[in-house]
């Protein structure tokens, strides 16, 4: 339905929009994170690690321009051909002051063959001057905005300190949509105490907003972080491979077929990465997914 998928792809989205492969590199705008610098919180989201949720971005010491090259080198193997997508990725990249995160955005966007932006961030950092510098770009870009949701359940989000309430998150979306800037949200399966019910709930919720996409990630846990500290002294089930696929098959047939599904698993960094193992096998896990999809005679949005 969407070339070779049952859902609709980020790369189905982008050959479509663009006529060819487009290849997202990872960068670090130095930035750090209200969650971690004491505005917010002092130790970030219990799953974060020290890389802030961006384990395979450019080195945060490289000028822009460096880490575009580096990554595109990097790349060059698997990808021998396409345009470029600057991803903002480590901590929070509107966390700063606007002349900042403008030359930071422009200096990406100079590079030859870069077709637009990709930047995360919360939504309890996109002040008005934020919104405005967005909306600028995404008048002369290709551009979206990713903000980490994880759940909707407010006892989930407590134990992982997100920082910011159900409110806030639903506000920043209603304010990046009315300026025209596509949202992408992040969702997190298997997040301790929550029922699949849980899960579907968070999905529901996001299938309403009218979102441009999401990533839907599996909860790794990651030997640098608090919550391995937290499983080490109080262990939880976490999500078997089975498990996790139905319940990415039961939110692909409740998304509306046109949100964009950026990611259905996650990369957790091998060195790292503690539970659960079977998802470093991403090839396994993104067929198991089709193969269900095919055996229910599914699709997103059914
Ligand atoms: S908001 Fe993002 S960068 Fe900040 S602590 Fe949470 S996961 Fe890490």
Redesign the pocket.
């Known amino acids: 339905m969407w070339n070779d998928k049952r859902y609709h792809t980020l790369d189905y989205e982008l050959k479509k929009t663009f006529g060819q492969k487009v290849i997202k590199l990872s960068l670090d705008g130095g930035f750090t994170?209200p969650?971690?610098d004491g505005s917010v919180g002092e130790r970030?989201?219990i799953?974060?690690g020290e890389q802030?949720?961006g384990d395979f971005a450019g080195c945060s010491t490289l000028p822009i321009l460096e880490q575009i090259a580096q990554q595109k080198e990097f790349l060059s193997a698997k990808w021998p051909r396409g345009k470029h997508l600057a991803y903002f990725q480590n901590?929070?990249n509107t966390y700063a002051k606007v002349d900042r995160l403008d030359q930071l955005y422009s200096e990406a966007l100079q590079v030859e063959d870069m077709v637009g932006l990709a930047i995360a961030t919360?939504p309890d950092c996109l002040p008005l001057e934020v919104l405005e510098l967005l909306e600028e770009y995404a008048r002369k870009t290709y551009l979206w905005v990713e903000l980490?949701l994880q759940t909707t359940n407010p006892i989930s989000a407590e134990f992982i300190r997100?920082g910011y309430d159900l409110e806030c998150f639903a506000t920043a979306v209603a304010c990046l949509q009315e300026r025209n800037i596509p949202v992408v949200v992040h969702l997190i399966f298997g997040l301790p105490g929550e029922s699949a019910e849980d899960m579907l709930n968070s999905v529901r919720f996001i299938a309403k907003l009218g979102v441009w996409g999401v990533k839907l990630h599996l909860l790794h846990i990651l030997k640098d972080t608090d919550l391995y500290e937290h499983y080490l002294t109080n262990p939880f089930p976490t999500l078997t491979q089975e498990e996790y696929v139905g319940l990415v098959c039961d939110a692909l047939e409740i998304l509306p077929p046109e949100v964009v599904i950026h990611r259905l698993t996650g990369d957790g960094n091998k060195k790292f990465l503690v539970a659960p193992r079977w998802s470093l096998d991403k090839l396994r896990v993104l067929s198991s997914i089709d193969q269900e999809l095919r055996a229910r005679d599914s699709w997103q949005g059914k």
Request: hydrophobic share 15%; glycine share 22%.
């Open positions: 994170c969650n971690r970030g989201c799953f974060c802030g949720s901590f929070t919360r980490g997100r």
